[in-house]
């Protein structure tokens, strides 16, 4: 096992450990998006973000994909993450401003407006990729897909179609973090029939 602390507390955490995993190990909270821990992470959302101090210098990295290390300090609410953290959620409220989660988890830091401007006030989707990775390396079947690349990028089906891989198993609603999927899932699986009708 490795040691190192987390704010006050002194920790440890298995070398294939991330931060994130050793911090939720351990009863400490990072706030999170696109992680789950049923698939493997993608440092999409960049909300967990947290300091991590290794003797004289410190910066700023996403606990999701940061390995632990032996000695080093992290930070989970020191002003340097809140400020980061701040900055993050007023691009997401100006990404996908109708997602009433990401409103509320701005709202959690004082954040209820945005210095980014927004494109499509009806959008609730931050494209963080949770409901892709979810279909395909849990569900196995990739229904859904990303289309389009940069800031044209979108979550939908092959050739915009409904897709005939759907299983309407509903994983990709359950893990969505804006809500965003709720809105998308009938174009998803179009005649396929859900498990509760
Ligand atoms: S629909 Fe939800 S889970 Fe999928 S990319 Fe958009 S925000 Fe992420
Ligand atoms: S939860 Fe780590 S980048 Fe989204």
């Not at 080093?72 to 400020?83: A, C, E, F, G």
Request: aromatic letters at 4%; glycine letters at 8%; charged letters at 20%.
């Amino acid at each position: 096992m490795l040691k190192f602390k987390i704010n006050e507390k002194e920790v440890e955490a298995l070398p294939e450990w991330t931060v994130l995993e050793a911090a939720r190990e351990h009863g400490i909270h990072i706030p999170t998006l696109c992680y789950h821990e049923a698939v493997e992470p993608s440092g999409g959302c960049r909300l967990c973000v947290v300091e991590v101090v290794e003797g004289n210098w410190s910066k700023v990295v996403i606990s999701c994909m940061y390995p632990v290390k032996e000695g080093m300090t992290v930070l989970t609410d020191s002003d340097r993450v809140k400020n980061v953290r701040r900055w993050i959620l007023e691009m997401l409220l100006a990404e996908c401003p109708a997602s009433q989660q990401i409103r509320d988890l701005a709202a959690e830091y004082g954040v209820t407006t945005s210095r980014f401007s927004i494109e499509n006030p009806q959008e609730q989707c931050m494209v963080c990729g949770l409901c892709v990775r979810v279909c395909r390396e849990v569900v196995g079947v990739s229904a859904i897909t990303t289309v389009g690349r940069g800031v044209h990028k979108v979550i939908g089906t092959p050739f915009g179609k409904p897709s005939e891989a759907c299983v309407a198993c509903g994983s990709c609603v359950t893990v969505c973090p804006t809500g965003a999927m709720q809105t998308r899932l009938n174009a998803v699986r179009g005649s396929v029939e859900s498990p509760q009708s």
